[in-house]
Every structure is written in C-alpha cells, then in structure tokens.
C-alpha cells in the first residue's frame, strides 16, 4: 500500500471518525489503512537508526503494537479527549506519529539493554572479550562514600551527554571486562579502544538504557527520578537521543587523532572535573 495523497487521507480519516464512534459497533478498518500508510513505513525507517532494532528485526512488532495502541486509546487519548469531538486530521497525524516515535525509542532502550553483556565482545584486534559469568560483578567493588559522591556528580554535570555517558561506560566496562595487564595495571588504550569497539553504533538512547540496567546492579551508581526526568529530557530533543555515539565523535575536532585519543579525552575532562569538586570540599 502507498502513502496515501492528502485528499485521500482526510476521506479516510472522516470515515475513521464515523466507524470508531459508531454506537452500532465501533470498526477499526480505516485506522489501520491509515495507520499502514504512514506508520508502517515510519516505523520500519526509524528502527534503521537503532542497532539494536535493526538486529533484531523489531519493525514488525513495534508496528502491531503501536497499532493495537491506536486502536484502545484513538477515542480517550484524541477525538474525544476533551469531552467533545476534536475533528483536526493534521492534528491526529502529529498524534500518531508522536506514539509511533515513542514506542521505537522505547523498544530501542528495552532491546539495547536485554543481555547486553551476554553478548560477545571484541577487542581492537577482534578477539572475543572474556565477560564475567556472575550476576552482579559489582558485588566485590569497594563501597565508598566519596565514590558514590562522584559518580553522583558526574550525572550532574552540564557537560554533553556523550561525554558522561563515556566515562560511565568505561567505568562499567572497567569492572566488567579482563582489561588489565599482567601486572594488573589498567592498559589505557585496551580500555578506549573497548568503549570504542562496544558503543560506537550504538545511539545515545540505547546506550542509557545499558547504563540505567547496569545502575540496578551498581550500589555507586544511583539515578534519581529528577536526574533521570532530565537527561530523557536532553535525549527527547531533535537528533540527539537517535544519534550514534560514534557520529558524535567523529564530529569533534579532535577526533582526528583517532577513537582512543578521543574517549581518553573525554574522560579526562570528567576527571578534571572531579578533581576540582574535591578539591573545593563539593564532594
């Protein structure tokens, strides 16, 4: 089925108004025309941007379910949700598409974070990344005050979101994967070119999604509802929670000394930031 022309949508939608509200019997036939007209291919498009998605084929049921959602809420949530008949065919297609958005950010996370580390992993020279097989790798990490008060401020912090989402990655990754030397010094490069290999593709969205999972198992790593509320606030704008980390990276100047150059930049610059709140007595 094609798009449908503007003409033919707005029959479509003043037959959507009569059979969604007939008393006889409501019918659904010309909201899933519409809905297959413009959603499905939306869909299917936006679920390209996401990895996760794209791996998972994930296109068809996000499809059905925002459809199924269409049709239980379409009365409640639009024609009639201020009591009286809200007959604006611009309107609703700015509703539906709002709902389709929704549901493939909302996927996007669910499917960035479900076994993330059970997957494999490599590292810059493509060999697999042994993952710890235990529930909560965390358990053994030191708990400190001051720890927490660091990772707490970090998500405070009004640096971009791709810079603190790098230093908490490769924190995470830190504990998570064999990425010590013999001597059981932290290989700096090793650790870069990880975050580099794991979380280049991935968008900014399902990356917070591994971080939030990851936070249930991390007693330091606390996000409250008013830190959370703001930063899906910051990924709800224009571009930005749909943007790949790596075209972020790649956007920066200093870029050009290659992904490890880079993800060490940003952590430095968080790290620098620390320092500083330490040494004013802020942590």
């Known amino acids: 089925m094609g798009k449908m022309t503007r003409d033919e949508y707005c029959r479509e939608f003043a037959l959507m108004v009569q059979e969604v509200t007939c008393r006889s019997g409501a019918k659904y036939d010309a909201l899933c025309r519409i809905a297959e007209s413009f959603l499905k291919p939306y869909i299917y498009s936006r679920c390209l941007k996401y990895p996760s998605l794209r791996f998972a084929n994930a296109g068809d049921d996000i499809y059905h379910d925002?459809?199924?959602?269409?049709?239980?809420?379409?009365?409640?949530?639009?024609?009639?949700?201020?009591?009286?008949?809200n007959y604006d065919p611009d309107g609703f297609l700015r509703w539906i598409y709002t709902v389709a958005r929704n549901a493939v950010v909302d996927a996007a996370r669910a499917f960035a974070s479900k076994g993330f580390f059970e997957r494999e992993m490599v590292n810059e020279d493509g060999e697999p990344i042994d993952i710890p097989s235990n529930d909560n790798p965390f358990a053994s990490v030191e708990i400190n005050e001051t720890l927490h008060e660091c990772f707490r401020a970090v998500l405070t912090f009004d640096s971009s979101l791709h810079i603190i989402f790098t230093w908490i990655v490769r924190a995470i990754l830190l504990i998570r994967c064999d990425v010590t030397s013999d001597a059981g010094e932290v290989v700096e490069n090793k650790v870069n070119a990880l975050v580099v290999n794991t979380f280049?593709?991935?968008?900014?969205?399902?990356?917070?999604?591994?971080?939030?999972?990851?936070?249930?198992?991390i007693p330091w790593l606390n996000i409250s509802e008013a830190e959370n509320s703001r930063i899906l606030g910051l990924l709800e704008e224009p571009y930005r929670g749909e943007r790949p980390l790596g075209d972020v990276k790649y956007s920066e100047f200093f870029m050009k000394k290659g992904g490890k150059a880079t993800v060490s930049d940003w952590v430095n610059r968080v790290n620098m930031r620390i320092i500083k709140a330490v040494n004013a007595g802020s942590i």
């Open 200 to 217: 280049s593709d991935l968008t900014m969205s399902e990356i917070y999604a591994i971080i939030c999972l990851e936070a249930k198992k």
């Open 66 to 85: 925002v459809l199924i959602c269409l049709i239980k809420s379409c009365i409640d949530k639009f024609l009639y949700r201020n009591g009286t008949l």
